[in-house]
């Protein structure tokens, strides 16, 4: 059983994001971390193996120099290998030309599974794990909140969540998830792990050597573009009320109904 | 520029979803800038009754009733609406950002090699008639607009409970057509052997349009009954935070923020929370917000409309009661 987990590194959820005034472009304070939902894949890939007792966890992630760090966490974790995509060409690449890469890498690779995170914290998308699936004609379920795997069936029965309850869908090899919370608790890498990943070799593959030529990745292969940024609207500072809690309630009524009018 | 606007038609348990009709609202705005028709696409089984509501909103319906279709299946429903748009090229598809169509759209604009943009907050049609689409960066700390320029049709998913609900369309009902299916069952993979959902008389948090939600400060899942309480008076939903969640007193289907669900209520509010960025970024959408908390350096104050410093145990059940009074509920 070989598993590839797609990866991403994503500002942290504290990190300070500055949009410029004329509105061009945005600043992100230097604080990185290996996205939540792609942690949880990386631990059901590795727990999907322990199950089976044999097989490989590959991680792979389309970054810069930077993102070497998310592909030690994941070896920390327990992955057995990690590749960067990393390619000047690559960058400003929407999800499509993301996704491109990634697939056209992955099926260079041997796999019988991918695994990634619902969204990534830093966009909200949650395309990318879907695209590559469509590209490399593999069937995709998103939202995964449980997987019973029956090695000798090759196939699976997944939990989805959607709202108010969940889909059982039982899926085939080979297949792409995308893990939502609730799949697992991601374990803390053992300090074995932490040693082994600061010797890892992390191999680097860039668009040549993956076969795709510039025009098909980065800002040149990518559908959508951003035309320009902006600050989100900024909430008027709050009404405090104040007195005995018995009087509180009654203004929070009338400012609701009289002031914001939502009653 | 040719190509009608498509809008995909949700429902469940036998109705339309509140979503798909903001949708249907957003759809004809840009149709009618566009001069094209907005078209509306529903898949199911045995859902007559639900086309003819439809038919109230969009210029035409494109039906497909059939038994494969009774519950979603990625692998049929996208062969369904590709082989379709494929033969029409409509120049936009808009859907609700919901769990299906969070499934379902990204993959058809793989298959279609197209641009999608999700959780859209807003739409607009730019000189040359593109489709602008403004969403949240970074949990709402930005907001981008984005344009599809390379790729048709434009795909874009809206946020749930952002867009206002529609006017039925002038002149009657819109025209349904019946359509075949172009399934290529060699190609249905998945197999759905079930869908389980707790009965339930509440809206889910993404269209609810009053939220009340717990933190850690409600003590106890026992607690939580002061909220349900509460809901029951305003109609609203209860909703939990990640604490919450994570001390095992609410399920993940309750929680507000990025690890949860993204909310845009008219009346949202945040009782016993500290209002940490991560739940935040779940909610700050949301128009009015009421704030209770004891702690008067809560950051969730900063984010709030309305403020209230106090007990929750002593504030809830008068909040209760005060509004039972005003709305007439005995």
Redesign the interface.
Same mark, same amino acid.
């Given at each position: 059983m070989h598993i590839v987990v797609l990866v991403k590194q994503v #500002?942290d959820?504290? =990190?300070m994001?500055q949009?410029k005034p004329d509105g061009s472009g945005?600043e992100?304070e230097d604080r990185y971390t290996l996205n %939540? %939902?792609d942690s949880l894949a990386v631990e059901e890939a590795l727990r999907i193996k322990e199950q089976g007792g044999s097989g490989m966890v590959s991680i792979i992630t389309l970054g810069t120099q930077r993102s070497v760090e998310v592909l030690r966490a994941g070896i920390a974790m327990g992955a057995d290998e990690a590749v960067l995509l990393e390619d000047p060409v690559f960058e400003e690449g929407? *999800?499509?030309a993301t996704?491109k890469a990634l697939a056209v890498a992955v099926q260079g690779m041997e796999w019988d599974m991918i695994l990634c995170g619902r969204e990534a914290?830093?966009? @909200? @998308?949650?395309?990318v794990? #879907? %695209?590559v699936? *469509? %590209?490399l004609g593999? #069937?995709?379920?998103? @939202?995964v &909140?449980k997987v019973d795997f029956a090695p000798e069936e090759r196939a699976m029965?997944v939990e989805?969540?959607?709202?108010?309850?969940?889909?059982?869908?039982? =899926?085939?090899l080979p &297949?792409l998830l995308t893990a939502q919370?609730?799949l697992n608790e991601p374990r803390v890498p053992p300090v074995t792990g932490v040693m082994k990943a600061m010797r890892a070799e992390i191999k680097k593959l860039d668009a040549t050597a993956i076969g795709l030529s510039p025009t098909e990745v980065g800002k040149a292969g @990518?559908? *959508? *573009?951003?035309?320009?940024?902006?600050? #989100?609207p900024q909430?008027?500072p709050?009404?405090?009320? !104040?007195g005995e809690?018995?009087d509180?309630? !009654?203004q929070?009524?009338a400012?609701?109904?009289d002031e =914001?009018k939502?009653? | 520029m040719t190509g009608a606007v498509w809008v995909y038609a949700e429902h469940q348990d036998g109705r339309i979803r509140k979503t798909t009709l903001e949708v249907l609202g957003a759809g004809r705005k840009l149709a009618e800038g566009l001069g094209v028709q907005v078209i509306a696409l529903l898949l199911g089984s045995g859902v007559d009754d639900l086309v003819q509501e439809v038919a109230t909103y969009a210029d035409t319906v494109y039906q497909w009733d059939d038994p494969l279709l009774e519950q979603y299946n990625s692998d049929v429903y996208l062969q369904v609406i590709a082989y379709q748009a494929e033969k029409e090229n409509p120049q936009i598809i808009l859907a609700g950002a919901t769990s299906l169509s969070r499934d379902l759209f990204p993959r058809l604009a793989g298959r279609l090699q197209t641009g999608i943009a999700v959780d859209c907050l807003g739409l607009e049609l730019g000189g040359d008639g593109l489709l602008i689409v403004r969403r949240p960066l970074f949990g709402g700390k930005a907001l981008a607009d984005v344009v599809c320029r390379h790729g048709r049709p434009q795909m874009a998913l809206t946020r749930p409970n952002t867009f206002p609900l529609p006017d039925q369309r002038e002149g009657g009902r819109g025209e349904v057509i019946s359509l075949d299916l172009h399934v290529d069952l060699t190609q249905v993979r998945l197999k759905v052997l079930e869908v389980v959902r707790a009965a339930t008389k509440r809206l889910d948090l993404t269209e609810a349009e009053v939220i009340v939600t717990g933190g850690t400060g409600m003590k106890g899942a026992e607690n939580f009954r002061l909220l349900d309480d509460l809901a029951d008076v305003l109609g609203a939903t209860v909703g939990a935070t990640r604490g919450v969640v994570d001390s095992g007193w609410r399920s993940h289907d309750d929680q507000v923020g990025k690890s949860g669900k993204t909310v845009s209520p008219t009346l949202y509010f945040a009782v016993g929370l500290s209002g940490a960025i991560h739940h935040v970024m779940g909610m700050d959408t949301s128009k009015v917000v009421v704030a209770i908390n004891k702690d008067p350096q809560a950051p969730i104050f900063q984010y709030a409309d309305y403020g209230v410093l106090g007990d929750l145990f002593e504030v809830l059940p008068l909040l209760t009661e005060a509004f039972r009074q005003e709305l007439g509920k005995e």
């Open positions: #500002p959820s504290e =990190a994001i949009v945005i992100v %939540f %939902f929407d *999800e499509y996704a914290f830093d966009d @909200s @998308s949650g395309i794990g #879907p %695209f699936a *469509e %590209f593999i #069937p995709h379920i998103t @939202s &909140v029965k989805r969540e959607i709202e108010g309850g969940k889909e059982i869908i039982r =899926a085939p &297949v919370k609730g @990518s559908r *959508e *573009e951003i035309l320009r940024y902006h600050r #989100p909430r008027a709050v009404t405090m009320l !104040k809690a018995a509180v309630v !009654k929070v009524v400012y609701l109904r =914001a939502v009653l | -």
